[in-house]
């Protein structure tokens, strides 16, 4: 079975630009949740999608912004990037039903972000 | 909400020596417990995890783990450390609140292995 497969590795964006980061979760997973990985700050949840709908939001400005298509895949987009925003971007699928939330997420290789 | 504290940004044992990473965790609710390790420029890849079925949970490659309520405590052990163990582990919580919460990590322990 194939893994999380994030797209794409790697990504140079000047401040002020906007960027895309796609993200196909497991197949059969429809939860497809996005987290910040930076020195400082650690892991930080940004958002959950499950069946197209946010379900769950971290705290994050309004930048950040996702959505989840019908074949689960999942984007999250960073508008108007400041230099802060470098950081490794992990996505992770579940199966994201209710009675599953002992189930492990599993996680993609990330992004890798830098903002010049 | 639920937080996890890990002690020790970094621990550092000789090869074939115990591996102990600590982790405390604070929930309002029975929390699902899990271990994660990562190594260089990879994503995350999970040890173990608590399900409740069970305080004393085996993982891969010889980690273990211990639930102890008393304590809000899930500490990760190894009896011999092993070169490749050399990364970073990230313990995490995730909320039985309801709601889909993500996983709240903590800041995780970069583990160093002396030959």
């Known amino acids: 079975k194939a893994g999380v497969t994030q797209t794409p590795r790697y990504l140079i964006k000047t401040r002020g630009q906007q960027v895309t980061l796609s993200c196909s979760p497991i197949s059969g997973h429809r939860s497809v949740s996005w987290y910040q990985q930076t020195p400082g700050q650690g892991l930080q949840f940004l958002f959950e999608y499950f069946s197209e709908t946010q379900r769950n939001k971290g705290n994050f400005p309004g930048r950040f912004s996702g959505r989840q298509f019908s074949n689960s895949r999942s984007e999250m987009n960073v508008s108007t990037l400041e230099l802060g925003d470098s950081a490794l971007y992990l996505c992770a699928s579940s199966p994201g039903d209710r009675g599953s939330m002992n189930t492990e997420a599993f996680f993609g290789q990330g992004t890798r972000l830098t903002v010049v | 909400a639920q937080s996890v504290t890990q002690l020790g940004s970094h621990v550092s044992v000789s090869e074939g020596a115990l591996v102990l990473l600590r982790c405390n965790y604070s929930?309002?609710?029975?929390?699902?417990l899990f271990w994660y390790v990562q190594y260089p420029n990879q994503g995350l890849q999970l040890l173990l995890k608590?399900?409740?079925?069970?305080?004393l949970v085996k993982g891969i490659n010889g980690f273990e783990a211990e639930f102890k309520k008393s304590e809000t405590s899930f500490h990760l052990t190894k009896p011999s450390a092993h070169m490749s163990d050399a990364a970073e582990y990230f313990c995490a919580v995730r909320g039985s609140g309801g709601g889909a919460d993500g996983l709240t990590f903590g800041k995780g322990t970069h583990l160093i292995i002396q030959p």
């Open positions: 929930s309002s609710v029975p929390p699902y």
């Open positions: 608590y399900t409740s079925a069970a305080t």
